[in-house]
């Protein structure tokens, strides 16, 4: 049978204990599989980094020494992305305008000021917790100021998107409909207990704290149970679940920026209009005739990562998307009308999503 959409798949596993073993996972990393031809996606990849040019690419590259070698203290900042501006003047001058634009008192418009440019002044290698609280106060205030036109309509990849990760990773099988279909099932409301709604779409690469990894593993056990009992519709129906846990760690919003000062994830801070703003943008690019076809980087992808522990799966895509927050952050903050046509979003984004696909072919293959 096919499990309707508020099941947590957790009986599942009590049931059939007694019925198959569970495959262990004998490994915690995971390895690229090297393919000698090219596919779409990578060429597709090549296309973009070819608009960027030599000197674009040198952008690229600088940007991601710097995300590599920020100290802890600096990645689990909040509003850590506003720190970030230190690096573009453009971005700070948007910044003190914000500032500017409060509705406080003209002292208190100047001690942010001299507050934020103090950060600027010590980023990255001099700050420390004592920066928290500001930036706690400070960060709020400024995404309120930027993003005041556009109310949050509702945070999440689109249905298309998290079908095709489970879809296109199922290499052709015949069962492939039940793994798209139940793919989304995930933000229907209800289908979590009370309380982990969001925090179970959420793992913090840098606080190592969220519910995404475990989800992925845990319906990922079911579905290995279903193919010990050749029950392939249910296996394919439960990767669809492990897969939406897996892809969702592939948005930098869902790998960064949602832990308080304290190490507590909040809600609120997950539930922001930025990130509505950025998973619109990705729905809006994805399908064939849109000027970045973020999904072609999901159908023509051949590739997977080997995955030998879906848990870990998950902690290393947000690893590896979380590298990104910063400039994407900052881009729809400063130009929420208009960060779009950022050519830099793009090719981040299409690198989160190539690399999620590839990981979803991995668990695909570890399961089935």
Not at 131 to 144: C, Q, T
Not at 158 to 181: E, I, V
């Amino acid at each position: 049978m096919i499990f309707n959409k508020s099941g947590t798949g957790i009986f599942v596993l009590a049931m059939l204990l007694g019925m198959a073993l569970i495959p262990s996972a004998i490994a915690s990393t995971e390895e690229q599989q090297t393919n000698i031809i090219k596919d779409s996606a990578q060429l597709q990849i090549e296309a973009l980094e070819a608009k960027l040019g030599e000197e674009g690419m040198k952008k690229v590259a600088d940007y991601l020494e710097l995300e590599a070698s920020l100290p802890d203290v600096v990645r689990r900042m909040p509003y850590r992305g506003l720190a970030f501006a230190a690096t573009d003047p453009e971005s700070q001058a948007i910044k003190m305008n914000y500032i500017e634009n409060f509705t406080v008192s003209e002292k208190e418009k100047k001690k942010y000021k001299a507050g934020l440019q103090d950060i600027w002044d010590r980023y990255p290698d001099k700050i420390t917790k004592d920066d928290y609280a500001f930036m706690s106060k400070l960060g709020p205030m400024i995404e309120e100021e930027a993003l005041k036109e556009h109310p949050v309509v509702g945070v999440k990849w689109a249905k298309s998107n998290h079908r095709d990760f489970a879809y296109y990773a199922c290499d052709g099988s015949a069962y492939r409909n039940y793994a798209r279909d139940a793919a989304d099932d995930p933000d229907d409301p209800g289908f979590e207990l009370p309380g982990y709604r969001y925090y179970n779409h959420y793992w913090d690469a840098d606080w190592e704290i969220g519910g995404a990894p475990g989800r992925c593993d845990g319906f990922t056990g079911t579905a290995q149970i279903w193919v010990a009992n050749g029950r392939m519709e249910d296996a394919h129906h439960d990767f669809g679940l492990a897969s939406h846990y897996l892809s969702d760690t592939g948005n930098p919003f869902h790998s960064a920026g949602a832990v308080d000062q304290f190490g507590n994830f909040l809600d609120n801070l997950f539930v922001g209009v930025n990130h509505e703003l950025y998973e619109t943008y990705i729905s809006n690019q994805w399908g064939a005739g849109t000027t970045y076809k973020f999904g072609n980087y999901v159908s023509n992808n051949t590739q997977s990562i080997t995955v030998t522990d879906p848990e870990q799966a998950a902690k290393n895509n947000a690893d590896y998307s979380s590298q990104y927050f910063d400039y994407i952050w900052t881009k729809v903050n400063d130009y929420p009308q208009t960060f779009g046509s950022d050519m830099y979003v793009a090719y981040y984004t299409a690198q989160c999503v190539r690399q999620t696909a590839k990981y979803n072919h991995g668990l695909y293959d570890y399961i089935i």
